[in-house]
């Protein structure tokens, strides 16, 4: 079914009635025809075509509606062609400047609008996520009715771990905290995060000195953690070797035991105990959260990479029969 575009509706109206009953349908097909073309090329082809489509338009409804008929030849060239154009759109302007004013800020609210709307599907709908395997990674939430859609109590990451068996891997994290930070420069707060053992894993994280966080360290509620590269350098220095360096973490000695190499970014989301739209920089066990050993406090994102012969549907209906389960 072919798209209807209202502005381009709306621009055919610049034309006389005599012009539309004559070339309107024409014209119609040629403007869906440029953009189907274009939209094969991508979403920056598709924008810029819809944009110049928009903007041929309007110039040559000026001329056919206020400055008269052209006339042109078989051996007008292309430059030739815009230069009288541009000629009549001048002239109209000088005419008429509160309409041509008008219909140009028409255009560029349309044109706006649509770079918008593609630029966020781009984002969120087309792009993939920047990590390993995205197409089998999952999110497993709580559809409640008083607050939507929203995530678990930690403890249940141990229930989704036992009890699952469409996934090859479960772990997870809370949103981003802000933690107070000293032991290395001047004391001053950072964004955090709590994640499960293979949490940094799932999402494709490596160590570039040191090592990632452990199921023993979760076990253990180890006070140890992993920093980002530009976290290091900014507390210790570029250069500096690990080797078992502490920063006080509101007010508690954490071990160092891992950098993270590159620029590794977390996915931003929030809960009802923490909202922070940051990335996080340095990372601590998911059992040493505050909220680690309480049932009624929803903190921890649950991700899972589903297994090679798992469907979605199957993972879905595993999951809906939890409750009763547990």
Same mark, same amino acid.
């Given at each position: ?99 041509? /004013?008008? !219909?140009?800020?028409? +255009?560029?609210?349309?044109? $706006? @609008? ?5 630029? %966020?599907?781009? #984002? ?68 955090? /995060?709590? !994640?499960?053992?293979? +949490?940094?894993?799932?999402? $494709? @994280? ?5 090592? %990632?966080?452990? #199921? ?15 976290l290091w350098e900014q507390t210790f220095g570029r250069g500096t070797p690990l080797s078992g360096q502490i920063l006080r973490i509101d007010d508690e000695p954490v071990t160092v035991v891992g950098i993270l190499a ?36 929803a903190v921890a994102n649950i991700v899972g990479r589903l297994a090679p012969e798992a469907t979605l549907a199957d993972a879905r209906h595993e999951v809906e029969r939890l409750p009763a389960a547990l």
């Amino acid at each position: 079914m072919r798209p209807r575009y209202a502005s381009q509706r709306i621009l055919l109206c610049l034309y006389s009635s005599r012009f539309r009953r004559a070339y309107g349908a024409e014209m119609e097909q040629i403007f869906y025809r440029r953009l189907s073309r274009a939209k094969d090329c991508g979403t920056a082809a598709f924008v810029y075509e819809l944009g110049r489509a928009y903007t041929d338009l309007m110039a040559s409804a000026f001329s056919e509606r206020f400055a008269g008929p052209a006339h042109y030849t078989a051996r007008d060239s292309m430059h030739a062609t815009f230069a009288r154009d541009l000629k009549f759109a001048v002239r109209t302007f000088l005419r008429r400047p509160a309409f041509f /004013a008008t !219909v140009v800020l028409t +255009l560029g609210l349309g044109i $706006g @609008a649509a770079t918008a709307i593609a630029s %966020l599907v781009d #984002a969120t709908i087309l792009r993939p996520l920047p990590y390993p395997n995205a197409d089998r990674l999952v999110a497993i939430v709580e559809d409640s009715q008083q607050f939507g859609k929203v995530p678990f109590a930690v403890a249940f990451l141990r229930d989704f771990r036992d009890h699952l068996t469409k996934y090859d891997a479960i772990a997870g994290f809370t949103s981003t905290w802000n933690v107070a930070l000293t032991g290395g420069g001047e004391a001053r707060t950072v964004p955090a /995060a709590f !994640v499960s053992d293979g +949490l940094l894993e799932l999402f $494709g @994280a490596r160590a570039r000195s040191g090592r %990632l966080l452990t #199921a023993s360290d979760e076990q253990a509620a180890s006070k140890v953690a992993v920093v980002s590269e530009r976290l290091w350098e900014q507390t210790f220095g570029r250069g500096t070797p690990l080797s078992g360096q502490i920063l006080r973490i509101d007010d508690e000695p954490v071990t160092v035991v891992g950098i993270l190499a590159g620029d590794f970014k977390m996915p931003i989301t929030s809960s009802l105990a923490a909202t922070n739209h940051r990335t996080a920089e340095l990372w601590l066990p998911l059992a040493v959260n505050p909220f680690a050993s309480v049932r009624t406090v929803a903190v921890a994102n649950i991700v899972g990479r589903l297994a090679p012969e798992a469907t979605l549907a199957d993972a879905r209906h595993e999951v809906e029969r939890l409750p009763a389960a547990l």
